[in-house]
């Protein structure tokens, strides 16, 4: 056997998108590492490193936790993370949401409380300042 072309047969590692469609129906915890595209139904709660796309047909009750998330379907519960959330044109989201950049697309509805919360570094790069509204920066 020569090992030199087994090195050919072993392909790059690349990054899949695992894909749950819309006739899986969980309880409990979901949890993955990199990218989900979900579109079934979620009675729990979301927890990930990764980015998670929920398709048109995606009902979830519970909370989200994840790196990056796109709503197209509907969400009953708290969303939190770390970078972005997204809400397309046909989601619903009747819960809070915390995020450090939030997209609403026209269309969407969302029903609860926002938090938005950039990285002091990105606010300063960008020329705002997280001082209260009327303070001084002289003292």
């Known amino acids: ?3 030199n072309n087994i090195s050919s ?8 998108k695992n894909i749950l469609s819309s006739d899986v129906e969980l309880t409990g915890t979901l949890k993955f590492d990199s990218d989900l595209i979900f579109d079934g139904k979620m009675d729990g709660e979301i927890l990930s490193e990764g980015t998670l796309t929920l398709g048109k047909n995606a009902v979830v009750k519970g909370e989200i936790r994840t790196k990056s998330v796109t709503i197209h379907g509907s969400v009953n519960g708290n969303v939190t993370v770390q970078e ?20 609403i697309e026209e269309g969407a509805t969302f029903i609860g409380h926002s938090e938005v919360t950039p990285t002091k ?18 003292e």
Do not use: Y
């Not at 997204?86 to 997209?103: T, W």
């Open 9 to 16: 047969l072993v392909s790059e590692p690349t990054t899949s």
């Open 84 to 103: 972005r959330c997204e809400l397309k044109s046909n989601a619903e989201l009747l819960g809070d949401l915390k995020a450090m950049r939030i997209i």
């Open 1 to 3: 056997m020569n090992l």
């Open 121 to 138: 570094n990105h606010a300063a790069s960008r020329g705002f300042s997280l001082r209260p509204a009327g303070e001084d920066s002289a």
